[in-house]
């Protein structure tokens, strides 16, 4: 039988730890674990119930992903409670020092970022360590329902609502936001994904009883200005949304011409294709943040629900060949 580097030409890594980043097609030794590993392709997608949160509420906000996620605010009147999710169940963990519903959230379930939001249209800022949150500097303009993609040293705030829909786009340095150039479609309660200098929004529209009428407008951001690129096949707001700028989903919300949705689309870094839908159609609730469409996970929602879902998509996953 021929060994693996007469084959495909090169030797097997022997790692400690999986490397970061993994490359699709990518093969390695995991010394720690005794296993060998290749990253492949998921080839089926699909929606699958996860443990309920603690506190039901909608307009939550979110950082993480499905298997280490982060919930905060949300609810009405707004709340303070944070949770924390383990890709199985929520635990109840240390509060936002200001409830907050509509805030944009990034970051991780250890390392994110809470700004903006309601009772009351704020630019109140906070930053969470993974054991408290802490008061920062504030957004230049107060808003809600805006879209924040990033980490905690680096991150961006775009769109949103203040007396009407704004195009606005601040950016984070991890101590001050600097305003920088807007979006060409002003629009709150939008989906985005990506990171501070390759970021993409896309759908959103009007708050509730002002105007009407959804957007489908997706634009891509290059750390300098934004280009309209195709537009998703749904119009929607309120959905979750995560990934990369080019690779990412969108999911659930609200569309003014029918009930909540349950439609899911795929970013491919040119256009979008509808794949399999959430169980349940809901709008307005918490979603994770991050650049990897293949484990997306949705929480709350509108009518308080306190129900999870989370996703399997199409794209590289890590499988495990065999056990030493």
Not at 24 to 47: I, P
Request: charged letters at 10%.
């Amino acid at each position: 039988m021929a060994d693996y580097i007469n084959t495909f030409g090169q030797k097997i890594q022997y790692l400690s730890a999986d490397p970061d980043p993994v490359q699709e097609g990518q093969v390695w030794y995991n010394s720690t674990s005794n296993t060998l590993k290749y990253r492949g392709s998921n080839a089926s997608t699909a929606w699958a119930s996860g443990g309920n949160m603690n506190t039901g509420r909608d307009q939550t906000s979110g950082a993480g992903n499905k298997s280490s996620a982060l919930a905060f605010g949300g609810g009405y009147p707004a709340k303070n409670n944070t949770e924390k999710y383990n890709g199985s169940s929520w635990t109840e963990v240390n509060n936002l020092n200001t409830g907050r519903r509509s805030m944009l959230g990034f970051g991780t379930q250890t390392a994110a970022i809470g700004a903006g939001g309601l009772d009351g249209v704020t630019a109140a800022n906070e930053i969470w360590n993974g054991t408290n949150w802490t008061e920062v500097n504030n957004l230049n303009t107060a808003k809600s329902s805006a879209k924040g993609v990033g980490i905690t040293t680096a991150g961006l705030a775009y769109g949103g609502y203040t007396n009407t829909q704004i195009a606005l786009n601040e950016s984070w340095n991890g101590t001050n936001w600097t305003e920088i150039a807007d979006m060409n479609t002003a629009r709150a309660a939008l989906g985005g994904a990506g990171t501070q200098g390759a970021a993409l929004a896309f759908n959103g529209g009007p708050q509730a009883n002002v105007g009407n009428g959804n957007i489908y407008n997706t634009e891509t951001w290059n750390g300098s200005s934004w280009t309209e690129v195709n537009n998703t096949n749904t119009a929607s707001e309120g959905a979750g949304s995560n990934g990369s700028q080019t690779s990412a989903i969108i999911y659930g919300g609200y569309i003014y011409s029918g009930a909540p949705n349950t439609r899911t689309e795929q970013w491919n870094g040119s256009a979008w294709t509808e794949t399999s839908n959430l169980n349940s159609g809901r709008e307005n609730g918490g979603s994770g943040s991050g650049g990897n469409n293949t484990s997306a996970i949705y929480f709350g929602g509108a009518s308080n629900t306190n129900a999870t879902e989370e996703w399997t998509g199409l794209g590289p996953i890590v499988q495990t060949f065999s056990n030493a």
